[in-house]
């Protein structure tokens, strides 16, 4: 489909790299510097400039999160699919206003009521320097295609002025990440039975191979073994409980 521009307000707080409230890796780029800030669980939020992208936030989701206080309101906000811990109508309704662009899947905006529907190979440009595109995100494992069905949930292709950077939401080693392309960070879920194992990861790098890989989302999943087991992959392990 053609690229469709959506224009977020200004106005809302630029995060603030080592606040110290959450660990924040930042990443050169062209025209300037990228902050992600890895908040918890398969919640991170990533700014460029004077824009901040919420990917699934929810402030009661593990450790609590402050977002009215330590973000604002938020330009974009984009939901991977319709599950608790990634889709909280009042977090949303907290970093929402008039100005912001809000993107989610077909179920999780039917059940709230507003913002934008995007598909899996749907591509949205979001700003001049800041482009989106929407991927599969499910389950292939017999007996636990249920848990996140084909064709529901979205991962998300963030391009920042160059970088890219795969947000996977809820997905095993699914083949269609094959297609991905020119990947420069890639946040991949591991907790089984709902996401992938290490082994999957270890498949997921080898169809697509980032520069740099942040598992995340993996519960009680010890994933300390990845670094050992992607030798050639820059693997950075935080918190994301």
């Known amino acids: ?8 307000g200004c106005g809302a707080k630029t995060i603030v790299p080592g606040n110290g409230n959450y660990a924040v890796e930042t990443f050169k780029t062209k025209h300037g510097e990228v902050a992600i800030n890895l908040i918890k669980h398969g919640t991170i939020a990533i700014s460029f400039k004077d824009v901040t992208i ?19 309101k938020a330009p974009f906000i984009f939901i991977t699919h319709e599950h608790g811990d990634h889709f ?4 949303i309704a907290t970093l929402y206003d008039e100005n912001t662009v809000l ?3 077909e179920k999780s905006q039917k059940q709230l009521g507003y913002g934008d529907i995007m598909h899996n190979g749907d591509v949205r440009q979001l700003t001049k320097d800041i482009k989106v595109e929407a991927v599969p995100a499910y389950n292939t494992t017999p007996g636990r295609e249920n848990l996140h069905p084909f064709g529901n949930g979205n991962g998300y292709v963030f391009t920042i002025d160059g970088l890219r950077i795969y947000v996977a939401g809820d997905t095993e080693d699914v083949p269609e990440m094959a297609n991905l392309k020119d990947i420069d960070i890639a946040f991949l879920p ?15 790098v080898g169809m697509f191979h980032p520069k740099v890989v942040f598992p995340y989302h993996f519960s009680q999943t010890d ?12 693997v950075r392990l935080h918190e994301m409980q």
């Open 54 to 72: 919420h990917c699934d936030p929810v402030a009661g989701m593990g450790k609590p999160t402050d977002y009215a206080n330590d973000f604002g």
């Open 223 to 234: 994933v300390s073994v990845l670094p050992g087991m992607l030798p050639d992959t820059d």
């Open 103 to 105: 993107v989610l899947n």
């Open 88 to 91: 909280n109508p009042e977090t």
């Open 190 to 204: 591991c907790n089984q039975p709902y996401t992938m194992t290490v082994d999957q990861i270890v498949s997921a």
């Open 1 to 8: 489909m053609a690229a469709v521009v959506l224009a977020a």
